[in-house]
């Protein structure tokens, strides 16, 4: 089927409150062709679910296939430093080489070694909330939801605090590409801020080839002597991945968790009430109820079947996490903001083989963050309603105003 419903990634208006037109892709069916990016929406929870995990689709195909072979066009070469970075990155690699590079990447992502870092997340989550209660408040993103995920990654790839403003600016552009048919400043954006960012991570990278120290940078360089080795352009693509997604869904996670708080008075109340018993599941259920990645694609590598719907080999998949999320089929009065959910198996952190390998650093720094802001400024109140930026895949806020 061809989608009828009001599905429309640039509307501002879509991309404020999405969710009805879930609600309308769903009950249309499992798969939906959506003419405009030439993509088939998927909406379903258990289809998500089961195609996140489906080997006969990829997140590129190249490792099986040529762009013609394919029929797919060639990237734009003036696009060819955005694609070299990403294109080595574990986001857009399958096996073997994800296998090969997740195996080596994922040793720093234990949960014994992130538990090692909250004293750290906490003392950082402390300072930035100290100086937004002496401001008397101000755009809560920019005091601490950016920058405290930014300092995070950063200090674990070894990144020096001087440099540390140079971030988020890449990100931000390289992101941008994400989005559905950028635009070519997009493109012309991602390829400069991919440039720096890798000539960046060159110097870095040369810098503790000679003066190692207990960085992650120090550690891949280190593991280089083994079946595990990253070439250099993998390192690069790897650390540009990391900060990159170590701080973006976190900062829009946060953004959007205290957005739907303050929609929902009440369970903010009552969060307050009882942060220490609360605050886990309720980080769970504000990653569930507006989560930051609201699609992520897959191309289809084998003809495959969907409830019924044949998609061919060489369509691009939409899976929409955020109408997953809110699927009543999976979750119980699923529109409502329910802080002690227990039963909460979201797909924010995806699944299968790319399940997000940040996951427990993410949930860390949220809580951190979350509890923090509740225990020093247990009477934080929004100036004013904010709006949101203009990107739907990575969906998140311009700013957040808020005082005490």
Aim: charge should be negative; include cysteine.
């Amino acid at each position: 089927m061809t989608t009828t419903v009001k599905f429309d990634p640039w509307s501002a208006a879509f991309v404020a409150h999405p969710y009805d037109a879930y609600a309308e892709l769903r009950a249309q069916g499992p798969a939906t062709y959506f003419e405009a990016t030439d993509q088939w929406l998927v909406p379903h929870y258990a289809d998500v679910g089961a195609l996140l995990r489906d080997r006969r689709l990829g997140r590129t195909y190249t490792h099986r296939f040529s762009h013609q072979e394919f029929g797919r066009p060639e990237p734009d070469p003036a696009h060819e430093p955005f694609h070299t970075l990403n294109d080595n990155g574990l986001l857009d690699l399958e096996a073997p080489d994800h296998t090969r590079i997740r195996r080596l990447v994922s040793k720093a992502f234990t949960p014994r070694m992130v538990e090692g870092l909250r004293p750290t997340v906490r003392r950082l989550a402390g300072e930035l909330v100290d100086d937004l209660l002496a401001a008397g408040g101000g755009d809560l993103i920019a005091a601490v939801a950016e920058p405290l995920p930014v300092a995070v990654i950063a200090e674990m790839l070894g990144v020096p605090e001087s440099d540390r403003h140079l971030l988020r600016p890449w990100s931000a552009d390289i992101t941008g590409m994400f989005e559905l048919n950028p635009s070519e400043e997009t493109a012309r954006r991602a390829v400069t801020a991919s440039t720096e960012f890798s000539d960046y991570l060159r110097a870095l990278i040369r810098d503790r080839r000679t003066a190692p120290g207990t960085d992650l940078i120090s550690a891949l360089i280190q593991a280089q002597e083994g079946s595990d080795a990253l070439s250099e352009q993998e390192m690069v693509s790897t650390c540009v991945l990391l900060l990159n997604a170590g701080h973006e869904a976190t900062v829009n996670t946060t953004g959007n968790g205290w957005w739907a708080l303050f929609r929902n008075p009440a369970e903010l109340a009552r969060l307050r009430a009882d942060v220490d018993g609360l605050l886990p599941t309720a980080v769970e259920e504000l990653m569930r109820w507006d989560t930051p990645l609201q699609m992520f694609e897959r191309w289809v590598l084998e003809d495959i079947e969907i409830g019924g719907v044949t998609v061919p080999r060489g369509a691009e998949i939409a899976l929409l996490f955020g109408s997953a999320n809110r699927d009543p089929e999976r979750f119980t009065d699923p529109d409502r903001l329910d802080l002690g959910r227990t039963d909460n198996p979201h797909i924010t952190f995806g699944a299968g083989i790319h399940f997000c390998l940040g996951a427990p650093l993410a949930r860390l720094e949220l809580t951190e963050s979350y509890g923090t802001l509740l225990r020093r400024a247990p009477d934080l109140r929004l100036v004013r309603e904010p709006e949101w930026r203009p990107g739907y895949v990575i969906r998140g806020l311009e700013e957040l105003l808020v005082e005490v």
